[in-house]
């Protein structure tokens, strides 16, 4: 059990999550009508902000590992630059087959300009909503590594989560490091929400 301090940020995190999931589902205007002050409150009192993921590949090694992982991953409703940053790895809709989810790490945001290695390639600016996402192996080839270097920028509310834990396997997990924003803002979430043991039972190898 947590402290009354990380209790206080948790529900506060619960409160801000389920406004900003009111809000996504009803509309501003709609947010006290049609359910929405009843999808507040179940989030509050019986909702939680995470869910598990199972990642299979060696794109994100060594932060999650060449044989995957199962993932804790923070839910983010309506992502966009207020709610995850640069440095963050995210769950992402796969753009070439959004039936499918990626893992990648958030590499820069709207309004960043962007350079090529090519020096044939013009420098471009990343337009509103736009994200560029990178694998983390460096050992990988760029078009291994099946990121936005592959099929250029996503959409910013492509993005459903920010992975805050790994599990390797048994003996082998922890927090994943992401920006200093998001993992002050994450604390109290892993401290509530966290259970290795269930984490473990659903590891998929």
């Known amino acids: 059990m947590g402290s009354p301090a ?12 389920s406004v900003s ?26 909702g ?16 999650i590992g060449t044989n995957g992982g199962t993932l804790l991953v923070r839910k983010i409703p309506a992502a966009d ?4 940053y640069v440095g963050d790895v995210v769950v992402l809709k796969d753009p070439t087959d959004t ?12 309004g960043y300009e962007l350079a090529s ?28 590594c099946y990121d936005s270097r592959t099929f250029g920028p996503v959409t910013m509310t492509d993005i459903i989560g920010r992975v805050i834990y790994c599990l390797k396997n048994a003996v082998d997990h922890g927090p ?12 109290p979430v892993l401290a509530m929400e966290l259970d290795v043991d269930e984490m473990t039972q659903n590891h998929k190898v």
Not at 22 to 42: V, W
Not at 105 to 110: D, T
Not at 177 to 185: A, K, P, Q, R, T
Request: glycine share 4%; hydrophobic share 35%; with cysteine.
């Open 176 to 187: 994943i490091n992401n920006s200093h924003i998001s993992v002050e803002e994450d604390s």
């Open 21 to 46: 999931l009111s809000r996504k589902t009803y509309g501003p205007g709609q947010l006290m009508k049609n359910g929405g002050l009843d999808t507040i409150l179940k989030t509050i009192f019986i």
């Open 117 to 144: 290695t090519d020096k044939d390639e013009e420098p471009f600016v990343l337009e509103n909503n736009q994200c560029w996402v990178l694998a983390d192996n460096e050992d990988l080839k760029p078009k291994e």
């Open 6 to 17: 990380i209790w206080a940020r948790y529900i506060a995190s619960k409160l801000q999550y």
């Open 48 to 63: 939680k902000l995470t869910f598990l993921h199972s990642n299979k590949g060696e794109e994100m090694a060594p932060t």
């Open 99 to 110: 039936d499918k989810y990626l893992v990648r790490r958030l590499a820069a945001v709207e």
């Open 81 to 84: 630059p207020t709610k995850v």
